[in-house]
């Protein structure tokens, strides 16, 4: 008889999605997932086969998490400049601020650019966000362009606070944001 599992998928994704977002793709091992988990390094490899498995799909696991979030951030903000704000900045929270641990998440672009199926979901998730908040941009004139812009301000914005570190990465994006509707005058 096969032995009870004692974690669901979920939880085990869970383990080890914070074992790469703390050390980074390279650190999610079945020996760290092991010992994380309290399961053994044969059943991760019954559910997983492999490590790229393993890796693919915690970040799957982080996808759906977004998507999720974005949906539900979607949803709640008004359709307006100032909703496409609160969008994003909502979408910054898991960021943290420690600047360290974001350059560290940096590294999953890695990931999401090697493997051909995160690939397919990054590409999806942009797809549906330039869509949202071009909806906040309805009346003016070319509203996927500036959402486009926007979503490329707020990368930027990531990215600078990233190095700089200044104060939390809310109120460095909100801020930053800001400054970017203002330069185009809507």
């Known amino acids: 008889m ?33 010992k994380a988990s309290g399961l053994s390094g044969s059943t991760l490899v019954q559910r997983f ?5 393993m890796l693919r799909s915690a970040l799957l696991y982080a996808w759906d998490r977004l998507d999720a979030e974005t ?37 999953v672009l890695r990931e999401d650019f090697r493997d051909p199926v995160l690939r397919a979901r990054w590409a999806a998730w942009g797809t549906a966000l330039t869509a949202a908040i071009a909806r906040c941009f309805g009346s003016a004139t070319a509203p996927e362009t500036i959402a486009r812009l926007m979503l490329s301000q707020w990368q930027g914005s990531l990215i600078w606070w990233g190095f ?18 203002a330069a185009i005058k809507l």
Request: net charge negative.
């Open 49 to 53: 086969a492999t490590k790229a498995a």
């Open 2 to 34: 096969p032995r009870r599992r004692t974690l669901s998928d979920e939880q085990l994704l869970a383990m080890v999605l914070a074992l790469i977002q703390a050390e980074g793709p390279d650190a999610a091992t079945f020996a760290a997932a092991a």
């Open 71 to 107: 949906a539900r951030l979607t949803e709640t903000v008004p359709k307006t400049p100032e909703g496409a704000i609160a969008l994003l900045v909502g979408l910054s929270q898991d960021y943290g601020d420690n600047a360290a641990a974001y350059g560290e998440g940096l590294l």
């Open 164 to 181: 700089g570190a200044e104060g939390p990465v809310d109120s460095y994006v909100e801020t930053e944001l800001r400054r970017f509707l």
